[in-house]
């Protein structure tokens, strides 16, 4: 199976400019541990996680309105919507990371996450 069969594609992003606030309601809104960073071209250019997050406000001095360039990881592990999703998962699991984004020239196209390898492992 290939990630562009198995990956979401309506994914939450952001903007590095955008405040923390800003992530911390849309992930309680939807639900979500991970949220790309796109500039205006929908280039990922990061990825905040709510282990960011809670990092960054665990510090006393913290705002919730400092920007995400601030936090984000920057360090992407990535794969193209023609990668097999078993590499996929290795990756995952080889660098620890809770999703994959699907980039397809340079753009965000698409997100894998340990909840989607879940709930394939549901349907089998």
Known sequence: M????????DVLTVHPD???????????LKHVRHVPVVNED????????I???????????ASHFAPIRE????????ASPD???KEVARLMRDRKVGCVPIVDDGKLVGLISERDFLSLIDTL
């Open 51 to 61: 282990r960011d997050l809670l990092g960054h406000l665990s510090n006393a001095a």
């Open 71 to 78: 936090v984000m990881s920057k360090d992407l592990v990535t």
């Open 83 to 85: 990668s097999d999703i």
């Open 42 to 49: 929908s280039e990922l250019i990061g990825i905040v996680s």
């Open 18 to 28: 955008h405040g923390f606030n800003r992530v911390e309601i849309m992930a309680e």
């Open 2 to 9: 290939l990630a562009r069969e198995f990956m979401t594609e």
